[in-house]
Structures are given as C-alpha cells and as structure tokens.
C-alpha cells in the first residue's frame, strides 16, 4: 500500500466515542476554597489526566445540563461551614454520585459541556507528553487569544539552562493537507528545525508527534510585522491587537523593497528543495536583527489551512503550492504598503500614493486580470526590477533533503495541489447551482407577478361588467 494511504496517515484524532470516567481522588483547601482534585480517565488506563474543579464549577455545569429536563444527584449549596473537614467528605462523596450518574447517562455523558467540565486543553496534553523526555523546558502558563487558529495554542515556556530568557511554544494540530507518514513528517520537521537562513527565524527545539507539531522559539520583543503596522504590543490578545487598530503604521518604501525582497528569497529557498511555506501573512514574518525572517515555516508539512484560504479557494489559476505563496506574499506587500490587510481577493485600483515600481508589482500578483492569467512565480518576482535593486549577497546555507524525503514531499505536494483543485471545483459547482436557483427563483417571482397582474385585470374586468349591468335600466312595455 502507498504510503500515502488513509490507513498509513496515522493521525491521532479524538474518538468521542470513548467513554469517560472521573474520580475525585482528594479535596483541599486553597486561598478559603474546596479544590476537588480528579483523575479522568478516557478509554484505556494509558489516557488520563488530572483536573482541579471547585463546587461552583460542579454548579455552573449542573445549570448548563438543566435543560435536559433530567434530574440530576447535585448536592445543595452550603452558606456557612463549608470547610469543615466533616462536610467536605460527605461532599466529595455526594460530588462523585453525581458525576458517575453524569457519565452513566447516555445523553448527559456525551453533551459538550461535559467533555469541557473533565477535558481539559488537549494541546497541554499533548505538550506534557512530549516534555516528559525533554526535562531542560517547563511550562510557566498557556497564552490565551495569542492567535487566530482554533487548533493552535500557545504557551509561555522557560528553560532551566537560560532561566532569564522568554520563550514561546507553539502546538498545532495536524491539518487536513497533511500527507507524509509518520517517519518522513518526523523527518521533515526535524530537518526544518535545523535550519539557519539568514531570512528565516531559528528555533530552539521542534518535533511532532501523531496528533501535532511543537516548535520552541525566542520571544520576539519587537513583535511581528503585524504587530509593527498595527503599533501594537505583542502580548496583548489577538483582538485587543488586531480587531480595531487605533492607527496603522505603512512602511516606507525602501523597507519594503528590502524586507520583500528577503521573504521571497526565503519562500524561494524552501520551494527550491522541496518545501513550502503554505500560510504566508504579515503575523509569520518578524524584524530581527534588521532583517526580515520568516516564522512558522512547519505549517506547509503540518498540512494547516492557510489564512488566505476562503480567498484563493476563488481563484482558479491558484493551483500549486507556489502559487499560494506567491499570492501571500501578494496580500503580505499589500499590507506593508498601506497598513492595513487587503479585504478582498484581488485588487485593481491602488492609492496614488503607490510608487509606479511598486504598483507594477502588486498587480501583477493581485489585480483580475493576473488572477485570471496566472501569478508569476517565485523566480519572476526575484528578477522584477523593483526587488533586484535590493539584491545582495546572500550566504550560502547548507540544507541537504534525503531523496527518499524529497520524493515524499512531491507526492504531498501532489495530493495538496489535488485537494486544492478539488475544492475549487466543488465551490465553482455551488455557485453555478446557486446561480441557476436565483434564477429559477426569479422566473417563478416574475411569473407569479404575471399572474397576479392578469388576475387582477380579470377581477377589474368582471367588477366593470357586473357594474355595467347594474347600471343599465330595465326597458319595460306600455300598459295597456
């Protein structure tokens, strides 16, 4: 069987079949509180964790479940006395009646909110693991709203050799674009982890397990390009960040000459060898050190959707990895131009302020009629007058893929393109039926009209002849 067969991509994906079971091992007091500490077991006795809930938690998830219509074993509340080490046995006790009946029901077991109550963040999880073997690191707390992705999570993390250095741990989930069996993706990652280009962010420490990818890096003081045009601090939530920037801060063009000029030759040097970077946006690249440099280069093997994704789904000439990362980095100059994302998938009218060079190179990218054509590729776009300019002598790295690798790599490059294309057409088909529905739905509204004119036209017609019979006097003979 290939090695991209759906058998061979082992993916460790939840089963939400596998039932749950909960005991709460011990209670204690913290800061006045009952902490009510729980070992969760799922399935086999390998999966289980450890979650700490208070009475309320117990209480807030009760009310969630009271639209069941189910009664349910909750002890009452307590106002007074509550720390008494007599009453917080006989609660932990009434506490695991309840939640066994929880878990015993069918319906109440599998509810989310459930799940939620005893499952805490899988990403720790699956951290925890990995960092089993890894004793250097230790997480010091999750990064809540730190991005975008709902399968993503960040953490704060610090390393017992460099106690006074801040670093950032990524998890992301495996995307449904990934196609490399579990050797070449550890492979890929591994290789990838080891990189040092001059245009590309190092990291500390990256591998992947069955169910995701952890990479290790710096905490960028500075923030990312995103982070510099919104004038924004990066540790601030995603949406206090970006949902309404108070001002937006466009770079001049120099700065965008040189730094676009340094991100295409990174995006070059992973598609040259058999790599791509798949999510290109102005939060995956960050100043360091004056240069510009890429971050999350694992996203391509991981196989995660890009952001730019509902965009270039539209578009039918988008149809390799490099194109994506050509029209990326498109939205990406866009954004460095004038501050602010472009909100559409393409663009033909530019501010005047747009510098003609710059203008040629934007709507080459971005304008209908490239996109309807086909984008230039990585090599066009090096040679364009606008980045040759910047060009200068770039040091030789020494990044060497193993063939069997690099064959792997093309065939999931392969299956990428063809999931692309396959999306493309299902859109292109959705809309041709929406188109054909709209239609029908106005020649039924124009033939309904039609007939609701004729019937009032009937109705005014039998109203105008029964009048004028009324009306018309009754001739009646002499009498005699």
Known sequence: MSAFGSNDRKKMLLDDTQPLSCTIEAAENVQGHTVYIMKVQRGSLETSWQVTRRYSDFDALNNMLLISGIDIPLPPKKMFGKLEREFVAERQQALQVYINFVLSHPFLCSSVHVKKFLDPETSLQHVSMIFRSEPEWEIVEPLLDFGWRIRKQYFSIK???????????????????????????????????????????PVSMSCVS???????????????????????????????????????????????????????????????????????????????????????????????????????????KIQTVENIDVYCFGHLLYEMAFGAPLSATSCDNLPNSCAPELRSVLLSILSKEALKNG??????????????????????????????????????????????????????????????????????EKKKRHHERRKKQNLELSNNTSSERTETPTVTGPVI
Do not use: M
């Not at 017992?160 to 674009?177: C, H, M, Q, V, Y």
């Not at 309404?244 to 040097?269: C, D, M, T, W």
């Open 210 to 316: 069955s169910s995701g990818g952890l990479v290790i890096y710096d905490f960028l003081e500075s923030g990312t390009l995103r982070d510099i045009l919104c004038n924004t601090k990066p540790r601030l939530p995603f949406l206090k960040k970006y949902g309404n920037p108070k001002s937006y801060h466009a770079f001049e063009l120099p700065k965008i000459r040189v730094f676009g000029h340094q991100i295409l030759i990174a995006l070059k040097f992973l598609n040259d060898r058999g790599f791509f970077h798949g999510s290109l946006h102005s939060g995956n690249a960050a100043i360091s050190g004056g240069k510009c440099k890429l971050l999350d280069i694992f996203n391509g093997v991981l196989g995660v959707p890009s952001l730019l994704r509902p965009y270039f789904v539209q578009l039918k």
């Open 159 to 201: 390393s017992k050799n460099e106690t006074k250095k801040r670093f950032i741990l990524s998890w992301t989930a495996l995307g449904p674009d990934q196609y490399l069996n579990e050797k070449d993706l550890s492979s890929a990652i591994k290789l990838l982890g080891s990189l040092q280009h001059p245009y590309i962010q």
């Open 375 to 444: 984008v230039p590729s990585l090599s066009d776009l090096l040679q364009n007058p606008f980045f040759a300019h910047a060009a200068g002598e770039v040091e030789k790295v020494h990044f060497k893929v193993p063939t069997q690798l690099k064959e792997s790599l093309r065939k999931a490059k392969e299956f990428t393109e063809a999931h692309l294309k396959e999306e493309q057409k299902s859109l292109r088909h959705t809309k041709r039926i929406s188109k054909v529905q709209a239609q029908l739905s106005c020649d039924d």
